[in-house]
């Protein structure tokens, strides 16, 4: 199986924005946006790396959280047409939310995101979701996908977050489900769990319980485990506890960025996995080059040796 892995879109769609919306949190991301952001991401290199993953003929699509920018509706809608765009979207799609899409307060209590992703949303093993709908669990061929939920609300300059205690529970259930167990197991999740060379794990933006949450996906045999939040391409292999073999933790980056700058880690990626006979084969990186050029391979010898043991 190969599966493409995209994150960190950042969709902008403002429609007739109201002044009472920003009276909170997105008064800072707004102006983020004017002095940065609305430069540095592109609705069309999204839309070129989605174009170019269906010509690699990829058989399913993680996307690890930040669809949106603002977490406004407008911004939902624009984003659930282009993940609906992608071909058999329903079955070859798992999504999970991140920071941004969970932005504020309001956009929270009225689950936004699930209420725009829920096609991309249902598990194969219900029994195992809390009340919030996390975590879910796709089996497809002989990978189970689960994707968990690390976005929460955060005070102004925060971009934390958290998987909340019943959440981590379940999955520590599911992932001793026989239907799991007997499949490589790739787990989906927003914050990063390790630091990168790029990145510390910065009091304002880190994974409040990354700790816990590592130790539970490595004492469960978990094989991969996909995160967003830094924009930058990082891959870490960790043994597993208790039990033969590696985790894997990788990140492709900010797939929407459109300029390279002097860091090509830092430039718009997406990365392919391939997985056969219940193992981790190859992780084929893809990076925006120009919007003449569109995306192009990554040299594989800078794979090796971003590659790191921990």
Request: charged letters at 25%; one cysteine or more; hydrophobic letters at 35%.
């Amino acid at each position: 199986m190969r599966i493409g892995h995209i994150s960190d879109l950042h969709i902008l769609e403002l429609d007739k924005p109201r002044p009472q919306q920003f009276l909170n949190k997105r008064l800072v991301g707004g102006l983020n946006l004017l002095l940065n952001r609305s430069n540095a991401h592109s609705t069309e290199v999204v839309q070129r790396a989605l174009e170019h993953l269906d010509s690699l003929d990829v058989d399913h699509i993680a996307i690890s959280g930040d669809l949106t920018n603002l977490a406004l509706d407008s911004e939902f809608a624009a984003a659930e047409k282009i993940v609906s765009s992608i071909p058999d979207a329903a079955d070859r799609v798992s999504v999970v939310p991140g920071n941004h899409d969970y932005y504020t307060p309001g956009a929270v209590r009225e689950r936004r995101f699930e209420k725009h992703f829920a096609n991309f949303l249902h598990s194969d093993l219900p029994q195992y979701q809390g009340d919030d709908g996390y975590p879910f669990c796709h089996l497809r061929g002989d990978v189970a996908i689960i994707g968990m939920n690390s976005g929460i609300a955060t005070p102004w300059l925060f971009a934390t977050g958290r998987v909340g205690d019943e959440e981590l529970e379940q999955t520590r259930l599911l992932l001793q489900d026989p239907e799991v167990e007997k499949r490589f197991k790739l787990v989906l999740i927003h914050h990063p769990l390790l630091p990168d060379d790029h990145h510390s794990m910065q009091f304002n933006r880190r994974l409040l319980n990354s700790e816990e949450v590592l130790r539970t996906l490595r004492t469960r045999d978990v094989d991969l485990v996909l995160h967003g939040h830094n924009h930058y391409f990082s891959v870490f292999r960790l043994p597993k506890l208790g039990t033969p073999g590696t985790t894997f933790i990788c990140e492709a980056g900010s797939t929407s960025v459109q300029a390279i700058g002097d860091d090509p880690a830092m430039a718009g990626k997406f990365n392919i996995y391939t997985i056969e006979d219940g193992e981790l084969q190859e992780v084929e990186t893809h990076l925006f080059e120009s919007h003449e050029a569109g995306f192009i391979p990554w040299q594989t010898e800078v794979f090796r040796h971003q590659i790191r043991e921990e």
